[in-house]
């Protein structure tokens, strides 16, 4: 068979925090997201509480823990709020698993069967960089939008444009960038897109490299980062350095009005970073024409980037937890494939203002 549709799509992303409710909260109120499905004591879950958020095809879960001795407690005193898993939809979960197996990188672990009254749920997890996991869901017999000890929760339609995940950015040691694309290449099936070597991406002060592997013509995409050297502290290491090990840098979330969703972002409270206003008088020059109004743009720092197929729009919020690990990016496509490769000067001079200070540079 093809090795093209082995995964379908990023199913949900889960993450580890503090207080579950406090970030469905800021995701309900700020970023757009309506509660779908809470899980906790009152359906049948010991130990943990997590609701479910949708806002387009974005499905996040936000878990918790009840108790000292969990898991998550231990994952969030460790790495502070961020994300444990990066859930993949299959086609076929033993199809899957025997591709994975008979390529040999990647060790996959045992299957799971949740059962529920909408059917059984069939599990496997895969362990990637740091303590990420991606766990492989097969919804065949499963017969619900919602995943199983999860109850549906009602909720108004809150959209801000969000419409699905663009990609998910990974921030791994120095020297580690080649085995984890390794890891998706030869072990999962998937492509290396593109890559960038320090050249491109450093400032003065600080650098990193970064490749970028795709399944499925597109529908799953992973940028994986490494550190590289500069005079001062490249920005992923000090991810690194606060999140304790490899993990998951940002998201990128995509719209089809990025000046309309980052206009309410903002006025909801988002911090995003902001850029130079210098930046804008170049724009044109380096993007050439564009629809929106650079006046607009600069007014809401929503940076511009062009490769041979088109332009692209994109922004990135501040830190969403205490530490300097996880963010967002809000990106609209115009066409262009890559991920802001221009922008990467603009976006480092910007961030390291912030790690400046915080007395990290
Ligand atoms: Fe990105």
Avoid: C
Wanted: proline share 3%; glycine share 10%.
């Amino acid at each position: 068979m093809s090795t093209d549709s082995l995964f379908n799509s990023i199913d949900s992303i889960e993450f580890y925090v503090g207080s579950a409710k406090q970030w469905a909260y800021f995701h309900e109120k700020a970023m757009g997201f309506r509660v779908i499905g809470y899980s906790g004591p009152e359906t049948g879950v010991r130990d943990r509480i997590s609701y479910l958020m949708g806002q387009g095809d974005v499905r996040l879960i936000f878990t918790g823990f009840l108790s000292r001795s969990s898991e998550i407690s231990r994952h969030v005193e460790l790495h502070g709020d961020g994300v444990k898993d990066v859930a993949m939809d299959v086609n076929d979960l033993e199809e899957t698993l025997s591709f994975i197996r008979e390529n040999g990188v990647v060790k996959p672990g045992g299957v799971t069967k949740l059962k529920g009254e909408n059917g059984t749920l069939a599990k496997a997890e895969l362990k990637t960089f740091g303590e990420t996991i991606h766990s492989l869901r097969d919804y065949g017999e499963w017969d619900s939008d919602l995943p199983p000890g999860f109850k549906e929760i009602e909720s108004r339609e809150n959209s801000l444009g969000v419409k699905k995940v663009d990609h998910v950015v990974g921030n791994v040691e120095e020297n580690k960038m080649d085995p984890w694309v390794n890891y998706y290449v030869k072990g999962l099936g998937f492509n290396q897109l593109m890559s960038f070597d320090d050249k491109d991406i450093s400032t003065k002060y600080s650098a990193l490299k970064s490749k970028v592997v795709e399944y499925g013509g597109r529908k799953i995409i992973f940028p994986i980062n490494e550190p590289a050297l500069g005079l001062k502290k490249s920005q992923i290491q000090e991810y690194l350095d606060y999140y304790e090990t490899p993990g998951v840098q940002h998201i990128a979330l995509a719209t089809d009005n990025i000046i309309d969703t980052v206009r309410r972002m903002k006025k909801n409270g988002i911090p995003f970073l902001e850029t130079p206003g210098t930046y804008y008088d170049e724009l044109e020059d380096r993007v050439g024409k564009i629809d929106e109004d650079l006046d607009v743009l600069k007014d809401l720092n929503i940076l511009v980037d062009r490769d041979d197929d088109g332009y692209l729009l994109q922004i990135f919020t501040q830190p969403i937890g205490d530490r300097p690990t996880f963010f967002y990016e809000i990106i609209q496509r115009k066409g262009a494939t890559s991920f802001g490769k221009g922008n990467f000067k603009a976006l480092f001079e910007s961030i390291e203002r912030e790690q400046e200070k915080r007395g990290n540079l």
